[in-house]
């Protein structure tokens, strides 16, 4: 089952956990008791004594406030995050034609270089995805990209590009080491770097108080949520929920 830890100012001592439905997942909500001015190691006795009722409950993910603080105190409980690397790379093909949105660029006259150690699945699926769609694509994948880019030109007769012909619109970094580009979206790790884009449901807002990147990718994961229905708003885009 996943979990929800969050603090919350409000009277009590004892860590209250309960059902919810999130977006139709049901999730066990644990929930911290604090108060202002609460000593540090009184705080995260309670923290611990939270993630003990988790994990009596089956909880071993969690998902929290983006800015949550006690994350050292869940790994030694056995507890760990929603790792988001996988939700976004599925994600590259969407963001970068996002990217180009807000660049004011059409697909059909924009480059978009691939990059990675080797060729993943997930970046050949954003390969076959954006050939058909951008002007330019260039793969920076070692020999595995080489062999992707002749298959690419074969397949859809597209103008792949070398990696090293020039700055492209965006890069979809799959791995360390990317080179610059107008925007880079760093798709791996525990916290992919998405350039300032925000990514967002179209049909419906989602709740506050949780970090919203590892949200989208256990619901994504857990089949409540579809492609379609993700959206990326540009950089500064400021919502309520």
Known sequence: MMGVLELTERRGRKPQAERRWLLGLCCLWGDVPVKTGMGERRLCRRVERGCDLLLRSGVRRVLTAEDFPYWEEL?????????????????????????????ERRPERASVLLYG????????????????????????????????????????????????????????????????????????????????????????GLPSGLDRLPLLAVLWEEGKIKGEQLRFLPPNTKLLT
């Open 117 to 204: 150690r080797r060729v993943s699945p997930a970046l050949f699926r954003a390969a076959e995805q954006l050939c058909p769609r951008v002007r330019d694509l260039a793969v920076d994948a070692g020999e595995e990209g080489e062999e992707l880019a002749g298959w690419l030109r074969a397949e859809f007769g597209a103008a792949v590009r070398p990696p090293e012909a020039g700055q492209a619109d965006v890069v979809l970094a799959f791995d360390p080491g990317a080179p610059a580009g107008r925007t880079v979206f760093h798709l791996y790790g525990h916290r992919p770097d998405l350039a300032g884009f925000l990514p967002a449901l179209a049909d419906c």
């Open 75 to 103: 790994f030694r409980a056995g507890l760990r995050p929603v790792e988001p690397e996988t939700f976004c790379q599925a994600q590259a093909a969407p963001l970068a034609l996002a990217a180009l949105g807000w660049q």
